[in-house]
C-alpha cells in the first residue's frame, strides 16, 4: 500500500513539471455553400465550349466531340447536327445518329444535354446525358 501511494506522488509530481499539452486550433469552419446548386460548373460561353474535345485524351480516336463557331456539332463517330447553351447554363447537342459508313441511313434525331461541371484552356469536366444512356462523366482535353 505504501509503494503504490509513493508511486501516486511520484507520477503526480513529475506530471505537475511538465508543460501541458499544447491545445490544437480548431480548424476555421467552411463556408456554407451559396443557395441554389452547390455542383454548378463555370458560366458557358462560346470560347469555353467552341473546340474538338477528347474523351479518351488521345485526339486520335473517335471518342470525343467538336462544337464549331458556326454552331455545327459532332460527337463520337455517329453524331453531326448543331449545338446551343441553355437557360439551364447546359451544352446542348441536337444530334443526327447515323451508321458509320452507311450513306443511305436517314438517321434518327438525339439530343445530348452536357453539364459542365468545370473547365480550363486544357480541360473540360462533363456530365453528358442523353441518347439513351446511362449518363457519362469525363475530363475531355481540348485537341484544337
Known amino acids: 500500500m505504501k509503494l503504490r501511494l509513493i508511486v501516486c506522488a511520484l507520477a503526480l509530481l513529475a506530471a505537475c513539471g511538465q508543460p ?32 474538338t474535345w477528347s474523351f479518351d485524351g488521345s485526339c486520335a480516336s473517335g471518342d470525343g ?21 441553355n437557360a439551364q447554363n447546359q451544352l446542348v447537342l441536337d444530334l443526327v445518329r447515323r451508321e458509320m459508313g452507311v450513306e443511305t441511313d436517314p438517321g434518327e434525331p438525339v439530343t445530348l444535354t452536357i ?23 469525363v475530363t475531355a482535353m481540348r485537341c484544337s
Open 20 to 51: 501541458a499539452e499544447e491545445q490544437k486550433a480548431a480548424p476555421a469552419p467552411r463556408p456554407e455553400a451559396p443557395k441554389g446548386d452547390a455542383t454548378a460548373g463555370p458560366r458557358l460561353d462560346h470560347e469555353t465550349v467552341i473546340g
Open 65 to 85: 466531340m467538336g462544337v464549331d463557331a458556326d454552331g455545327s456539332a459532332f460527337y463520337d463517330e455517329w453524331g453531326t447536327g448543331s449545338w446551343r447553351i
Open 115 to 137: 453539364d459542365v461541371r468545370g473547365a480550363s484552356e486544357e480541360a473540360i469536366e462533363l456530365e453528358i446525358s442523353g441518347a439513351g444512356e446511362a449518363p457519362r462523366v
